[in-house]
């Protein structure tokens, strides 16, 4: 488990990237108690439902053993045979169970968090060996709930044990003179139903604990207002850079603008705020706008113009209208077609008759 530490400053919750980064070195919520829960309820599975096939699975060799002991061969071969044949036999037996055992020590672990391989814990820290910190985890609030755990379960397991075991007080102190065979059912029927009420008690302990657990970890994830904004820097970029970046994008945005305001048909202006700058050629499905722009931007625009002889008409709503309705290098919209068609079509009158009287 981390360290524990001054999080008085820190107020914020943890963003995803943080969580991801904690889950990365491997600090994740981590219940003990979750863990036992599975293995004890795993050995309780194992008891009820192999005790009988593993004691068969022992009983049979060793029974074997005994009746044909005369045939052992003492020699070394021959021991290290029969310890061979021995150990196949138990491996036979409790291979299945011991495979359930460790499933449940793996899954009291999944359902927690996912596998994490990290060596992060691994690496030397002054923390570990620091009076400080080691008299903060004897005395922080994790030993302190250690403690309380430790005594609510002695209690607990205490308090079941002896509800159990009382109402068989008597049967019990009757069981040395039982027979092996009937003491043995006897007891194996017993500690199944202790084991069952264990992990019953257990169950309210795990879950509790891995909830204060969780508590903690996620109050440990928590962020500062600073960390916070240094994080919005490395993952979204500095406001200032991008401020820069927004600048150069509309200066190049303006200057493409400007190489083609003299390619333009017309210029449709409010003489005092906007121009739109509009290219349209025979067998164009519409008038296309290669510029536009307010104040400064269009008294540019227009001075260009006029510099190419490019026609500047003024038309205040429809100024307004194509500024507010249309993007550089898209059609115009369609509502806006008949007002554009008499601009340029007065526009293109205007070029044929100034043709006309140059011949």
């Given at each position: 488990?981390?360290?524990?530490?001054?999080?008085?400053?820190?107020?914020?919750?943890?963003?995803?990237?943080?969580?991801?980064?904690?889950?990365?070195?491997?600090?994740?919520?981590?219940?003990?108690?979750?863990?036992?829960?599975?293995?004890?309820?795993?050995?309780?599975?194992?008891?009820?439902?192999?005790?009988?096939?593993?004691?068969?699975?022992?009983?049979?060799?060793?029974?074997?053993?005994?009746?044909?002991?005369?045939?052992?061969?003492?020699?070394?071969?021959?021991?290290?045979?029969?310890?061979?044949?021995?150990?196949?036999?138990?491996?036979?037996?409790?291979?299945?169970?011991?495979?359930?055992?460790?499933?449940?020590?793996?899954?009291?672990?999944?359902?927690?968090?996912?596998?994490?391989?990290?060596?992060?814990?691994?690496?030397?820290?002054?923390?570990?060996?620091?009076?400080?910190?080691?008299?903060?985890?004897?005395?922080?609030?994790?030993?302190?709930?250690?403690?309380?755990?430790?005594?609510?379960?002695?209690?607990?397991?205490?308090?079941?044990?002896?509800?159990?075991?009382?109402?068989?007080?008597?049967?019990?102190?009757?069981?040395?003179?039982?027979?092996?065979?009937?003491?043995?059912?006897?007891?194996?029927?017993?500690?199944?139903?202790?084991?069952?009420?264990?992990?019953?008690?257990?169950?309210?302990?795990?879950?509790?604990?891995?909830?204060?657990?969780?508590?903690?970890?996620?109050e440990r994830q928590k962020m500062s207002v600073q960390e916070m904004?240094?994080?919005?820097?490395?993952?979204?970029?500095?406001?200032?850079?991008?401020g820069r970046i927004r600048q150069l994008r509309n200066a190049r945005?303006?200057?493409?603008?400007?190489?083609?305001?003299?390619?333009?048909?017309?210029?449709?202006?409010?003489?005092?705020?906007?121009?739109?700058?509009?290219?349209?050629?025979?067998?164009?499905?519409?008038?296309?706008?290669?510029?536009?722009?307010?104040?400064?931007?269009?008294?540019?625009?227009?001075?260009?113009?006029?510099?190419?002889?490019?026609?500047?008409?003024?038309?205040?709503?429809?100024?307004?209208?194509?500024?507010?309705?249309?993007?550089?290098?898209?059609?115009?919209?369609?509502?806006?077609?008949?007002?554009?068609?008499?601009?340029?079509?007065y526009v293109m009158g205007l070029k044929r008759s100034l043709s006309?009287?140059?011949?």
């Amino acid at each position: 488990m981390a360290d524990e530490s001054d999080t008085s400053d820190k107020t914020e919750d943890p963003t995803q990237k943080r969580l991801d980064e904690a889950l990365e070195r491997g600090d994740v919520v981590k219940s003990q108690e979750l863990n036992t829960w599975f293995i004890i309820a795993g050995a309780t599975l194992v008891l009820s439902t192999f005790s009988g096939s593993i004691g068969g699975g022992i009983l049979v060799p060793m029974r074997n053993l005994i009746a044909n002991s005369w045939m052992i061969r003492s020699d070394g071969p021959g021991l290290l045979a029969l310890a061979q044949s021995l150990e196949y036999a138990v491996i036979a037996a409790i291979g299945v169970p011991l495979l359930l055992l460790a499933l449940a020590a793996i899954a009291g672990n999944m359902v927690q968090h996912r596998l994490v391989w990290s060596g992060e814990a691994l690496k030397p820290k002054f923390s570990k060996i620091s009076p400080a910190s080691g008299a903060k985890r004897i005395f922080g609030k994790q030993a302190a709930a250690n403690f309380a755990k430790g005594i609510f379960k002695i209690t607990a397991l205490g308090a079941v044990m002896a509800a159990i075991l009382w109402p068989d007080r008597h049967r019990l102190e009757s069981m040395v003179r039982l027979d092996p065979t009937a003491l043995l059912s006897t007891t194996t029927g017993l500690t199944q139903h202790l084991m069952g009420a264990v992990v019953a008690m257990l169950a309210v302990v795990a879950i509790g604990d891995y909830l204060f657990q969780y508590r903690q970890w996620f109050e440990r994830q928590k962020m500062s207002v600073q960390e916070m904004k240094e994080e919005f820097k490395q993952s979204e970029g500095d406001p200032h850079v991008k401020g820069r970046i927004r600048q150069l994008r509309n200066a190049r945005m303006k200057k493409r603008m400007m190489a083609a305001v003299p390619k333009a048909s017309v210029i449709i202006t409010n003489p005092t705020h906007y121009s739109v700058a509009l290219s349209y050629e025979r067998g164009m499905s519409a008038p296309i706008c290669v510029a536009k722009g307010v104040d400064q931007v269009a008294l540019k625009i227009r001075e260009v113009a006029r510099e190419h002889d490019v026609p500047v008409v003024e038309n205040v709503p429809l100024a307004r209208a194509l500024y507010a309705t249309v993007d550089i290098d898209e059609e115009i919209p369609v509502e806006h077609y008949h007002a554009v068609a008499e601009v340029i079509g007065y526009v293109m009158g205007l070029k044929r008759s100034l043709s006309g009287r140059r011949h």
